[in-house]
């Protein structure tokens, strides 16, 4: 047999192996090998490669105990910095840490449409907007990619809920197809060529994505000319021949569920499947392998963790230019780090202070590298003024779902901050040797075992026990609640007394981001201050289970402690030390645990107490800054009563260092709101058609989603799309806009007007004077990010495409139509705040493809 051929990157030869392939090793490759690698035929050295989630950042191939990875900001918060330059060097940095996790194709970034504030993966996408979600991509897909490493896009397409996400049919008009949820990823498409692409779990008018010949096949491979390879979302394949003949070359994860050797070799013989069929989607997935080649990632490659200072700074940087500043009257902020006269007394109040919300919840969610919590980020920069400013806490109000995470709290056997863990198996009270299987020390009680692995057990046995332990030193004497949700069983004791029991009494919950977990039990004991507790949780695995319909995955645990105390209490706590100081700084929001994949928000509203605790505090003193940490809107009811509000999104690693770096000046906020905030949920455009009803979904608001709708109904928002406030002010004038029959030329001079260096971004919308059709009052279609000093000016001007900036659907015509017509330029720093207009004409009607 002759070699197969290579190039510098020791590239497969394509046409030689599908030649050379036998029919059952061809659809071999139809599926992964397992839940983060293809399937390799060693027989003619064709190689695995390995995927990676992503979005937030690279988590590597382990749920469990997995080496840590610096967190970016969510989807949400990069597209807020609306600086195309910086995503692409976040994209690279994503890169990079692929490759230390020896993974080629990584799984992001996510670029669906932010539909609705309710959705549950909301923070993982970038907009509302479809450009400013294209853009944002695009850039992060260049990024990545300048790193040899595979992006893959996802998800594709219209997956913009969770209610019912893998059955869910979404029925929306062509056009609203076309010039909202397809658009972002053609942009991408057109202008990066991702080389992978995902299919998302829903139906579109009836079809699931992933087996739909119109879409795959006539669209992105045809109309938009796409070469790259496409694969299911994990488990999101279900058929076997209509997938095939779709083009959805591969199915994730492995070992395959419906592309089974016998099935479909019998399916190919009995000629329902075309060889050719197999062969095309075949040649797509060695096309991946090759591309994941690129990357020249060693065979015997160690995960490991980018542990570059570099890497923070980076991360510190994009999490500065993403958080918003929303209010601020009477320049309360930024705040001094060094008192003038006397000593300055500063609060910080809020759920949020001591809790490091680095990213929202499912499969964008890893364990960061470390984390920065907002009360480290503000006590160090108070040291730097040289502590002439003191600062106090109060927690004032609990956000958590569940109890919360204790891995930071628990004292493990070697003096440090941590959980023993020990794995045995045979259960506790076993009449004999338990037979230890591993042991861990873990940093986190939120323990997913899908992948825990131990050579001392049988391969497939997926029953064992472990016993969690830590010792637990309460601050003050006071009663505590203790709790466990779990994938299997778990009895939690404090001092060898049962104290909550997920054993012998199990509810139906919603623990773990599929939902397949237990309800959290709880129970509660009373402790006394600085005195030492030894904390053990006995944990049996899925096969324990004792609910009809268990898990099949090996399981896992989540555990917490909480001081029990009523909400009024620590309600009265806050506003008592409000009283004291001369500023408070609430820090608050959502978590992982309300904005996640899996489930939708009810509601708009920040849960619990937060709310009464702000409204509270203000009536007491007037000086509050507001830091709300969320991935979509949530409501301010309050709003009125504070002088000051930041949207500081899920920031990543550096989170709380970039909430002090703008409270305190170090950098002057430039972020713009990547969606639209309303005023309350029953204003949104998707309220009446968000959720599924009988396996359906309406997007009844047609093209009309965020800000669009907003300025054709007269609708006030309470914050618009593109908005932000800076610490200095900006003046644009000089406006001209010149066209020719290609591209639209804008350039407007912009100065920086005030007394602090700072950024502002420039956005321009588009607005036909005399539309033949119903279309959006005005639309994004290019913006720039300038950075000024005091007082400096420059020029920016920005280059588009005509047919792209006037352009919409025609779907009696299947086709993009751009109508003769005047068109305005507005020019602003956002979707209400208009600066300049001015014109160009277009002096036919002609229609086009759209690539």
């Not at 490759?99 to 996510?110: D, E, Q, Y």
């Not at 990823?185 to 992933?210: C, W």
């Amino acid at each position: 047999m002759s070699p197969i051929k290579t190039t510098s990157y020791k590239q497969l030869d394509v046409d030689y192996l599908i030649e050379e392939l036998t029919i059952p090793e061809k659809i071999s490759l139809l599926a992964g090998k397992d839940f983060w690698h293809t399937v390799p035929i060693p027989r003619l050295g064709v190689p695995s490669i390995r995927v990676s989630d992503g979005p937030n950042g690279i988590r590597g191939t382990k749920f469990f105990n997995g080496v840590p990875s610096n967190c970016f900001p969510c989807g949400t918060g990069l597209a807020a910095t609306f600086n195309k330059d910086l995503l692409v060097e976040a994209g690279e940095l994503m890169g990079k840490e692929a490759k230390m996790k020896g993974a080629s194709v990584i799984l992001g970034p996510t670029c669906n449409i932010v539909r609705s504030p309710l959705g549950g993966r909301s923070f993982e996408s970038y907009s509302e907007d479809p450009l400013l979600s294209g853009i944002a991509a695009s850039s992060v897909v260049k990024g990545i990619q300048n790193e040899k490493v595979v992006a893959c896009l996802k998800h594709f397409v219209c997956n913009d809920q969770e209610d019912e996400r893998k059955n869910v049919d979404t029925l929306l008009t062509d056009r609203a197809f076309r010039e909202v949820y397809l658009k972002p990823f053609q942009i991408a498409i057109r202008d990066v060529n991702p080389k992978a692409l995902m299919t998302s779990y829903n139906k579109v008018n009836g079809e699931h994505v992933s087996q739909s010949t119109a879409i795959l096949q006539d669209i992105l491979r045809k109309e938009f000319k796409y070469d790259g390879t496409i694969m299911s979302d994990w488990f999101g394949t279900y058929s076997i021949k209509e997938s095939l003949d779709a083009g959805l070359n591969l199915e994730m994860p492995g070992p395959t569920r419906f592309r089974q050797a016998i099935q479909t070799l019998h399916a190919v013989q009995a000629n329902q499947i075309s060889e050719s069929v197999i062969d095309e989607n075949v040649r797509y997935v060695l096309n991946l392998v090759n591309e994941g080649l690129k990357a020249e990632i060693p065979d015997d490659v160690v995960e490991s963790a980018n542990e570059d200072p570099a890497a923070g700074e980076l991360l510190r940087k994009v999490g500065d230019e993403s958080i918003v500043l929303l209010k601020n009257e009477g320049n309360i902020l930024p705040l001094s780090k060094s008192a003038v006269k006397g000593q300055e007394k500063i609060a910080v109040i809020g759920p949020n202070v001591k809790a490091a919300q680095d990213s929202g919840g499912g499969s964008a969610s890893l364990a960061a590298r470390y984390k920065i919590t907002p009360w480290e980020g503000i006590k160090n920069k108070i040291a730097e003024g040289g502590n002439t400013v003191t600062l106090d806490y109060a927690l004032g109000a609990f956000l958590d779902r569940n109890l919360p995470d204790v891995g930071s709290i628990l004292i493990a056997e070697d003096g440090e901050a941590g959980i023993d863990a020990r794995f045995y198996k045979h259960p506790p009270g076993y009449k004999g040797d338990r037979f230890l299987l591993e042991t861990y020390k873990l940093s986190t009680s939120q323990i997913f075992l899908s992948d825990f692995k131990s050579e001392r057990l049988e391969p497939n046995d997926i029953l064992f026990y472990a016993d969690l332990t830590g010792t637990f030193v309460p601050d003050e004497t006071a009663e505590y609640e203790f709790g466990a949700s779990c994938l299997g069983t778990a009895q939690v004791f404090v001092d060898d007394v049962l104290v909550a029991d997920n054993k012998t009494k199990q509810t139906k919950g919603d623990a773990f981001f599929l939902g397949m977990g237990t309800r959290e039990e709880r129970g509660s004991i009373q402790l006394e201050k600085g005195k030492s507790y030894n904390v053990r949780v006995e944990f049996g695995s899925a096969p324990t289970y004792t609910l009809p319909d268990g898990p099949v995955e090996a399981g896992g645990v989540y555990f917490g402690i909480r001081i029990k105390s009523p909400a009024e209490v620590e309600i009265n706590k806050a506003v008592a030390l409000a009283k004291t100081v001369d500023k408070v700084v609430i820090v608050a929001g959502l978590s992982k645990e309300w904005e996640s994949e899996g489930f939708d928000r009810p509601d708009m509203e920040i849960p619990g107490y937060t709310n009464q605790l702000i409204e509270e505090i203000v009536k007491v003193n007037p000086n509050v800054i507001v830091v709300n940490q969320s991935g979509s809107p949530v409501t301010f009811p309050w709003l009125d009563k504070v002088p000051a509000l930041v949207h500081a999104w899920f920031g990543g690693n550096e989170l709380g260092n970039t909430i002090a770096d703008v409270l305190f000046g170090d950098h002057n906020p430039s972020g713009k709101l990547s969606m639209t905030f309303p005023k309350r949920l029953q204003d949104n455009p998707s309220y009446i058609n968000f959720g599924a009803t009988n396996g359906r979904v309406w997007y009844g608001e047609d093209v009309y989603v965020g800000y669009k709708y907003y300025d054709k109904v007269g609708l006030e928002p309470l914050f618009p799309f593109g908005y932000g406030l800076s610490y200095t002010s900006f003046k644009f004038d000089d406006l001209v806009v010149k066209s020719n029959e290609e591209n639209v030329n804008v350039t407007v001079n912009v100065t920086n007007t005030g007394k602090l260096e700072g950024a502002e971004v420039v956005q321009i919308y588009i607005q036909a004077e005399n539309p033949i059709v119903n279309r959006p009052v005005k639309e994004l279609k290019d913006f720039a990010k300038v950075n000024l000093l005091a007082g400096e000016s420059k020029s920016v001007e920005l280059e588009f495409s005509i047919k792209e900036a006037t352009s919409y659907w025609n779907g009696s015509k299947h086709s993009w139509q751009s109508d003769k017509d005047t068109y305005k330029v507005l020019v602003g720093t956002s979707s209400a705040d208009i600066e300049l207009v001015g014109t160009f004409t277009t002096h036919s009607t002609f229609n086009w493809t759209g690539v």
